[in-house]
């Protein structure tokens, strides 16, 4: 099969100078979706038709790493409309197999209903359309039937008379079309409707004119068909995608305390008795062990929690790890590759960036650990924190097993604090502290004695 996306037009309902497949849904362009459900449609050519100075396009669909098979770029000069932009692929598309036309802005269609469409195309068939009922059909081509329920048309919702716009059953955009009739008949297209476009639309017309054999599928699940022009319908196709990933997840044992206030954007993968409280937002891969116990309005992206974690409310985790046993947050941050090991306290307002904390270690409060290695049952007292950057480079701390950091602490970093060492509270260490020692870095107190005021 040729499977050809159309990704060329402007998108001006959008608002933006941003290409419209590129919008993201759910942190994923649009477009990658739709490659994305047709990766497993093996022996088939895959074309994407792009407008002119489209790197930002092609290099979005190369990077994403789903891409086993890499597609073809075609260019459409001018976006003069769908029946014009299919005219850019024909050169590279083989006649002796069907054609399959997507578009770029329809994002949520599963790869099965995909297949089902493609199961039915029977080779007699000229054309074969992706059809459903919608209440509200109002933007969508209406697919116009004679006494027979024969498709006659799609009628474009800008050329449709009002008797027209009251039918319910709506073009999809997908289209499989025997190649043959495809390049015989596409010459045929004029501009001469409302918009003045090339209409892909018209061939199911010619194809019914010449008598030809037309079929459509209807799809019951209308969320699928939804087509993204604005930042509406954008909204929309996030939306619903949501509700189905948490839907997915309940069937599989996940407790979510509320279901209406949680934002799934991500791929989760969890294991027993997991627990997600209210106002919690995943993106990314996330992974949760058992016993895990997401507390409210925390912020995951790109985390692996061990089991029997519990992530206090407000906090925010971004590419970390957390072993089993450990407690995060309230209000904690961690991010750009934090590994947290097991039996862990980390505490409120503590931030971690770039460090691996052994087991055992506590930051209980208010603390910034920044590119340090700290080892087994630390101590780091409240308000303590790694000076890491001199204003140009950032710099590493080394805290060995057993270690105690006083309250209020600051290590200048480059900086190694060996086994067993106790920091004084109040201290600017910027010496390296051996094993074992005692290292006070504070201004000696003044005491005067009873003093008076004035
Ligand atoms: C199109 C269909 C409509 C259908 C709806 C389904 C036509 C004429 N209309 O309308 O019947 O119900 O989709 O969502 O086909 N594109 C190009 N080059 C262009 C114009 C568009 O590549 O010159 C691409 C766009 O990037 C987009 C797709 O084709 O991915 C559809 O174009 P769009 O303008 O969004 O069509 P609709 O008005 O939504
Ligand atoms: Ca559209």
Same mark, same amino acid.
């Given at each position: ?51 002119? $100075? ?206 209406? $206030? ?45 089991? $029997? ?140 004695? $009873?003093?008076?005021?004035?």
């Amino acid at each position: 099969m040729n499977v050809v996306i159309l990704a060329a037009g402007i998108g001006r309902r959008m608002k933006s100078h941003f290409p419209k497949v590129l919008h993201q849904i759910c942190g994923k362009p649009m477009i990658c979706y739709v490659l994305d459900a047709i990766q497993c449609f093996e022996d088939s050519r895959i074309i994407v038709v792009v407008p002119p $100075n489209s790197s930002e396009i092609k290099n979005t669909i190369i990077q994403s790493n789903n891409q086993k098979r890499k597609p073809k770029f075609v260019v459409q000069r001018r976006a003069l409309g769908t029946g014009d932009a299919i005219k850019s692929a024909l050169p590279v598309i083989k006649d002796s197999a069907p054609t399959l036309i997507l578009f770029g802005d329809v994002p949520l269609l599963t790869k099965k209903s995909l297949t089902n469409f493609i199961n039915r195309f029977k080779t007699g068939e000229a054309i074969s359309i992706l059809t459903t009922k919608l209440k509200n059909p109002k933007g969508y081509g209406r697919v116009i039937r004679g006494e027979k329920k024969e498709i006659l048309a799609i009628r474009e919702e800008t050329d449709a008379s009002v008797k027209e716009k009251r039918i319910m059953e709506i073009y999809a955009g997908p289209m499989i079309i025997r190649t043959k009739f495809l390049k015989h008949t596409i010459s045929e297209i004029q501009q001469d409707n409302q918009q003045s476009e090339f209409y892909l639309t018209d061939l199911v017309e010619k194809a019914a004119e010449k008598k030809l054999n037309l079929n459509s599928y209807e799809l019951k699940d209308a969320d699928e068909i939804l087509g993204v022009n604005t930042t509406k319908q954008k909204l929309e196709a996030e939306r619903i995608l949501i509700k189905k990933k948490i839907l997915l997840c309940l069937n599989k044992g996940l407790q979510i305390k509320n279901p209406d $206030n949680f934002t799934l954007r991500g791929d989760i993968k969890f294991k027993t008795n997991v627990t997600v409280d209210a106002g919690c937002i995943f993106e990314g891969e996330i992974n949760l062990g058992k016993n895990v116990k997401i507390g409210a309005y925390s912020i995951l992206r790109n985390v692996v929690i061990g089991d $029997n974690v519990c992530i206090e409310p407000y906090s925010y985790i971004e590419e970390s790890h957390i072993k089993k046993n450990s407690i995060v947050g309230p209000f904690a941050r961690l991010r750009n590759g934090v590994l947290v090991g097991e039996q862990c306290r980390i505490g409120n307002f503590v931030e971690i960036k770039n460090s691996t904390i052994k087991t055992g270690t506590k930051a209980s409060h208010l603390s910034y650990i920044g590119d340090a290695e700290i080892g087994k049952n630390v101590n780091i007292g409240a308000g303590a924190i790694t000076c890491n950057y001199d204003g140009q480079k950032k710099h590493k701390t080394k805290i060995e097993d057993d270690v105690f950091v006083g309250s209020n602490t600051s290590l200048v970093a480059p900086i190694k604090i060996k086994k067993g060492a106790t920091i004084g509270a109040g201290s600017c260490i910027t010496i390296d502290a051996p094993a074992k020692s005692l290292n006070v870095g504070r201004a000696k107190q003044t005491t005067i004695k $009873n003093w008076k005021k004035n």
